[in-house]
């Protein structure tokens, strides 16, 4: 009899190792385990076993079913669907799908447009791989002067650059367009820096250019006002600081009051009330000639200004890699901006 159930127990094993599907998991516990199973045939043959043995021979019976059980239960639960079918509850409400946002850069750029928009500025293009002949001669910028140097510039192949600034675009569009010439000029530039909070080999600028009869240093000074009042507010100052650029005489840095303290003083602008903006200048005859126009007809001036910095003031960011991580969890908080 022992025999009998060992075989018996042995059977149903193989044949549950065998079924794939829960259908056929049911069939063996049916076949094996059911009410008119083979068990039940076992258990039948009982009361012919001699008397002092059928406790234990009823006992291994049961722990033989209890075993055979356990495995069929397990089995089935691993066969399960998980989820129900048919499981969609209507009166749920929707899920919101996540809508897209405008990079801080973009935001900022934006507003940078159409603020000189509003001043008769047109938007023009240039290539980010420029011509030496482009980034550098036709500025008017010196074979010493130390932006040329390799240790500054990312050089390529036959005469071209990644270009370092948005100038060149000046150049282009003055080549292709007689005066007056109003345009600003957006776009990414690269230089060799060493990247930490504030500096990246990736950045954006933004090129101004205006080239007519009779235009004065003046001109750039009350645009320049006027842009910054409108981008940081009415009670934004700014100052010009003589300086030195290839492509602009006389030549000029930009700076603002301190969005901040509004010139107080404070720890972003280093207690001197004033933030460092870009540089300007009236455009030098030299580079007006270069492009063929008449310098004693026509003056111009010129600035170029960070979108990243003007972005990390104005959203209160700490680290310029923020606008090149594009981590969404940082780029989420400008939704609906
Ligand atoms: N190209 C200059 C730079 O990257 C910025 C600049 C200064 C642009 C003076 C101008 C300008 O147009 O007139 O540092």
């Known amino acids: 009899m022992k025999e009998q159930i060992e075989s018996f127990r042995q059977e149903t094993i193989a044949e549950l190792s065998s079924a794939k599907t829960l259908a056929d998991t049911e069939a063996v516990k049916f076949k094996f385990l059911g009410r008119k199973g083979k068990i039940a045939d076992l258990f039948k043959l ?57 990079h801080p850069l973009t935001l900022v750029l934006r507003e940078i447009v159409d603020i000189f928009r509003s001043m008769g500025f047109r938007v023009a293009d240039g290539p980010e791989v420029e011509l030496v002949k482009y980034n550098f001669d036709m500025l008017n910028t010196p074979a010493w002067h130390p932006s040329r140097d390799e240790s500054d510039t990312m050089y390529l192949p036959n005469g071209f650059v990644v270009r370092t600034e948005t100038s060149p675009v000046q150049i282009r569009v003055m080549e292709s367009q007689k005066p007056p010439v109003r345009i600003i000029s957006p776009g990414r530039v690269y230089r060799r820096d060493r990247p930490d909070a504030t500096h990246s080999p990736m950045f954006h600028q933004v090129e101004g250019l205006y080239v007519d009869e009779g235009v004065t240093m003046a001109d750039l000074k009350g645009t320049l006002l006027s842009f910054y009042r409108q981008l940081f507010g009415v009670h934004t100052q700014i100052r010009f600081r003589p300086h030195f650029f290839p492509f602009t005489e006389p030549s000029a840095e930009v700076d603002v009051t301190c969005i901040f303290c509004k010139g107080s003083g404070c720890r972003v602008c280093k207690q001197s009330g004033w933030l460092e903006m870009g540089g300007s200048g009236m455009v030098d005859p030299n580079v007006l000639a270069g492009v063929g126009y008449d310098t004693e007809k026509y003056t111009g001036y010129a600035f170029g200004l960070g979108i990243d910095r003007i972005a990390m003031l104005r959203f209160g960011l700490d680290n310029i890699r923020l606008l090149v991580d594009n981590d969404l969890r940082f780029l989420r908080q400008f939704a609906g901006i």
């Open 46 to 102: 009982l009361p012919k076993v001699a008397a002092d043995e059928r406790p234990q021979v009823g006992q291994l019976l049961n722990e033989v079913r209890a075993e055979l059980e356990a495995i069929v239960d397990a089995k089935m639960a691993s066969l399960k669907p998980t989820k129900p079918k048919a499981s969609v509850d209507v009166t749920l409400p929707g899920r919101r799908p996540f809508v897209g946002t405008y």
